[in-house]
């Protein structure tokens, strides 16, 4: 008896083969070098063939004949919607949803193989290790081009994800090593090692990481996969974090699985030791390429990871995946310009800054920010509020809100329901929802700030430019003076002098150091100029 709920197949075969011989030949007349067509042509052809009722053994000898041309395009389609601006332009968001259609026809396939397994077909039930770790490895990738992304797992991931869990579990092959070079990885995984990333992937908050972070965690997750473990008790001594599984819901993990029909727990006790022991070696002067954690980070930034991905699952089990609802507004203006002039800033007026910003904008964005100083507001929205605590901030930004697309570390400008002033943030967690609107969450920057004109004198021309820069004076504890200017700036600039907001005297500041980079601005500290 059939155990997966899979579509039925049928007699009449709609693909443009049948097998693997005839699978080889049709790609070999595809366009491979068009990435695009490829993938809508593997798609529709895989959804045809997923259709078609042949035996498990052809099904599955003929989806690895496929299997190497899926990942090529994968990979090539990936470059159109990795860490843009959200919301995606409707060409990124295209190239996402086709790219994510490619694996899950493809997990699919490998799905019907996987029912035949646990209904002991004779032809395809020793392949059962193999299988079951293709299916996870399919939806692995749908999942890594969401989290490339920045965009939600589409509903039901999770239920597939523990069911074909369930179905391991079943057929005892959670422990098997298979070969798979296709993922660029570890020569071998377990299906085991393959669930427990997953998993591991999504508490490690992937929509908070920028492109290298969630490149290295990938990398040290791969090492350290097949250290879990998946108990159907917890384990409850002292080195021990087991985070609790509810194997019959649409969710990651269960906080509380009081109601929950197949509980299990994944021990993740192993890899916080092994996060623990590289920190120990790094603090003893070791370099992270030594250790095998990678060359893109500095050792600083590796230690910050390190202890941000242990103290994510440790916090894992404690987490809760219910959706909040917003309990307020607030009106937000978004980008270092909007910033500018809530805050009463004026002067950029007339100024090449205009042109200048418009054509990055361009660029970077899709779009042209059109700047008004005579209405500072034009550029507000209104975004929900879900929550607030210590200094962080949790939106809803609406769909269809705007035309700004939004990039992580971007800065923001908040009004909160109930407060006169403009508080400033930087996004700090990015996330588009299958509705369309953003998840957004702010840290918010404890200083006030006031507006100032960044004056450049550009190298090597020496043509003048106006710029929006915020200003954070000195505090009574001796902390410095600093302020926010367009990212890049400093790097073009000639020399830089600042004016106070509609002022024509200087303000008697230079930039000294560069204190933070966010996504679209840097924030300097300031000396006194000589």
Same mark, same amino acid.
């Given at each position: ?21 005839? $699978? ?6 595809? %366009? ?20 078609? @009722? ?6 599955? +000898? ?22 843009? %601006? ?12 086709? @790219? ?56 039901? =991931? ?7 869990? +369930? ?35 999504? /508490? $490690? ?8 972070? =969630? ?6 997750? $791969? ?12 384990? #409850?001594?002292? +080195? ?33 030791? +092994? ?8 603090? #003893? ?36 995946? #219910? ?41 970077? /964005? ?29 939106? &809803? ?49 404890? =200083? ?26 000195? #505090? ?32 008697? /500041? ?15 500290? &300031?000396?006194?100029?000589?």
């Amino acid at each position: 008896m059939s155990r997966l709920s899979l579509p039925a197949t049928q007699e009449l075969n709609r693909a443009a083969f049948s097998d693997a011989d005839s $699978a080889t030949r049709w790609l070999a007349g595809q %366009p491979q070098a068009n990435a695009s067509a490829m993938s809508a042509e593997i798609a529709r052809q895989l959804e045809a063939f997923n259709s078609f @009722t042949t035996s498990p053994r052809n099904r599955f +000898k003929t989806l690895e004949v496929l299997r190497k041309a899926i990942f090529a395009v994968s990979n090539e389609s990936q470059r159109r919607f990795e860490y843009r %601006p959200l919301p995606l332009s409707p060409a990124e968001q295209s190239a996402l949803d086709l @790219t994510r259609r490619l694996w899950r026809f493809c997990a699919l396939g490998y799905l019907h193989c996987l029912d035949a397994c646990l209904d002991h077909d004779e032809s395809i039930v020793s392949y059962a290790s193999r299988v079951a770790h293709r299916v996870l490895a399919c939806l692995r990738m749908e999942q890594l081009d969401c989290y490339l992304a920045s965009m939600a797992l589409d509903d039901g =991931f999770w239920r597939t994800l523990h069911t074909v869990w +369930k179905a391991v579990e079943q057929l005892g092959v959670a422990r098997e090593a298979v070969s798979d070079r296709l993922l660029g990885e570890r020569a071998e995984s377990t299906p085991r090692g393959q669930y427990g990333m997953i998993l591991m992937l999504h /508490f $490690a908050q992937p929509y908070t990481l920028s492109r290298g972070q =969630f490149a290295a965690i990938v990398r040290w997750l $791969a090492r350290w996969r097949e250290q879990v473990a998946v108990l159907s008790m917890p384990d #409850d001594s002292p +080195k021990s974090c087991c985070i609790p599984l509810d194997l019959s819901s649409d969710k990651p993990a269960g906080c509380h699985l009081q109601h929950a029909e197949v509980e299990r727990w994944l021990s993740v006790g192993n890899v916080l030791r +092994k996060i623990r022991q590289r920190l120990d070696l790094l603090a #003893d002067g070791q370099s992270p390429e030594s250790l095998k954690l990678g060359s893109g980070l500095s050792s600083e930034a590796v230690v910050t990871l390190l202890k941000a991905l242990g103290n994510n699952l440790e916090q894992a089990r404690y987490s809760s995946s #219910d959706q909040a609802q917003a309990s307020a507004s607030a009106t937000v203006a978004i980008g270092l310009e909007n910033a500018f002039y809530v805050l009463g800033g004026k002067g950029l007026k007339g100024s090449s800054y205009s042109s200048l910003l418009n054509r990055e904008q361009l660029a970077v /964005f899709d779009h042209v920010v059109q700047d008004s100083e005579d209405n500072r507001d034009s550029q507000a929205e209104t975004w929900g509020v879900m929550g607030e605590a210590a200094g962080e901030v949790q939106l &809803l930004r609406p769909a269809g809100s705007g035309a700004i697309r939004l990039i992580l570390k971007g800065l923001l400008a908040l009004k909160r329901a109930g407060r006169e002033d403009y508080s400033l943030a930087l996004i700090s967690s990015l996330r588009s929802n299958l509705d369309g609107s953003l998840s957004v969450s702010a840290s918010l920057i404890p =200083f006030e700030a006031q507006p100032l004109v960044a004056e450049l004198r550009e190298k090597p021309s020496g043509k003048l430019s106006r710029h929006p820069a915020l200003l954070f004076s000195s #505090d009574e504890d001796g902390t410095p003076p600093s302020v926010i200017v367009p990212a890049g700036l400093p790097g073009r600039a000639l020399t830089v002098r600042f004016y106070a907001s509609g002022e024509q005297t200087p303000f008697g /500041f230079r930039l000294a150091a560069n204190l933070e980079r966010g996504g679209d601005s840097e924030r300097w500290s &300031l000396e006194r100029e000589k």
